[in-house]
C-alpha cells in the first residue's frame, strides 16, 4: 500500500476581495504550511462559473471552471470551505459551485467522485456575534446528504470579523487560534486515514 502525505484545500464562499471567509481560508493554509501540511489557498474569483441552467448545460456541459475546480480538488484529500452567512442559509456562489462540480461526469458517464473521495471541514467567519455558523448548518446536509460527502462534526466559526485578526492575521483570541490549528490537524489525519 502506498501512503500519500495529506493535501488540504482551503476555499471561500465568497469573492469578495475584502472577504473575511477568504482571509480565514488563507490563515488556515498558512496555519497547515506552518505544521507541515501541505496546503493551497483557491479563490473561486479565479473560478468564475454561470447561474447553473440545465438548458445550457444540455447544450454544452459543466463549464470548464468547474472541472477545473473539480480537478484541484482531486489533487487534495481534504478540504476546508469557509462558509459566509446569507440569510441563515449557502451563498448562491457556494452553492452554484458545488452543483456545478456534482454534474460533471467521468467520460464512461459516471458521476464525478470527488465529493465522497475527500474529507470535508468547516468554518464561518462574520461580523455577526454567531460568526455565520447558521451557515454551516446549511451547507452540511449539501455536502453530507446531497453530495456523499463525509464532513468532520467539528467546525470553527469565527464571530466579529471586523476585530478578529491581529496585524499579521493571526486571530487575536490565542484559544480561537488553537482550536483552528487543531481542527486543520484534525482533517490532515482524517485525509490521510481515509488515503492512506
Ligand atoms: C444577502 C446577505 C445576507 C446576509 N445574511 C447574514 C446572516 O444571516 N447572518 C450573518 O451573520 N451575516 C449575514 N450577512 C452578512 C455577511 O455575513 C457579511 O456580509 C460577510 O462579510 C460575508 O462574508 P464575506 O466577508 O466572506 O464576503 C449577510 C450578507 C448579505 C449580503
Not at 124 to 144: D, H, I, K, Q, Y
Not at 152 to 168: E, G, K, M, S
Amino acid at each position: 500500500m502506498t501512503s500519500t502525505a495529506p493535501r488540504i484545500l482551503f476555499f471561500a464562499g465568497s469573492a469578495r476581495e475584502g472577504s473575511h471567509n477568504k482571509r480565514l481560508a488563507k490563515l488556515g493554509e498558512r496555519i497547515a504550511d506552518a505544521n507541515g501540511i501541505p496546503a493551497t489557498f483557491a479563490d473561486l474569483g479565479d473560478y468564475p462559473m454561470p447561474l447553473y441552467d440545465g438548458d445550457d448545460e444540455e447544450r454544452s456541459g459543466p463549464p470548464d471552471n468547474a472541472r477545473k475546480f473539480e480537478a484541484l480538488m482531486r489533487v487534495h484529500t481534504g478540504i476546508f470551505i469557509a462558509c459566509p452567512e446569507y440569510n441563515a442559509s449557502i451563498t448562491p456562489l457556494l452553492k452554484n459551485t458545488l452543483d456545478w462540480i456534482s454534474r460533471i461526469r467521468s467520460p464512461d458517464g459516471q458521476k464525478t467522485d470527488v465529493y465522497k473521495t475527500r474529507v470535508f471541514a468547516l468554518g464561518s467567519s462574520s461580523p455577526g456575534g454567531m460568526g455565520g455558523l447558521r451557515s454551516l448548518n446549511a451547507v452540511r446536509p449539501v455536502l453530507e446528504l446531497g453530495l456523499g460527502a463525509l464532513v468532520l462534526p467539528d467546525q470553527f466559526a469565527v464571530p466579529r470579523a471586523h476585530d478578529a485578526y491581529d496585524d499579521h492575521g493571526h486571530l487575536k483570541n490565542k484559544d480561537a487560534q488553537e482550536s483552528f490549528k487543531a481542527l486543520i490537524q484534525k482533517l490532515a489525519r482524517a485525509a490521510h486515514v481515509l488515503h492512506g
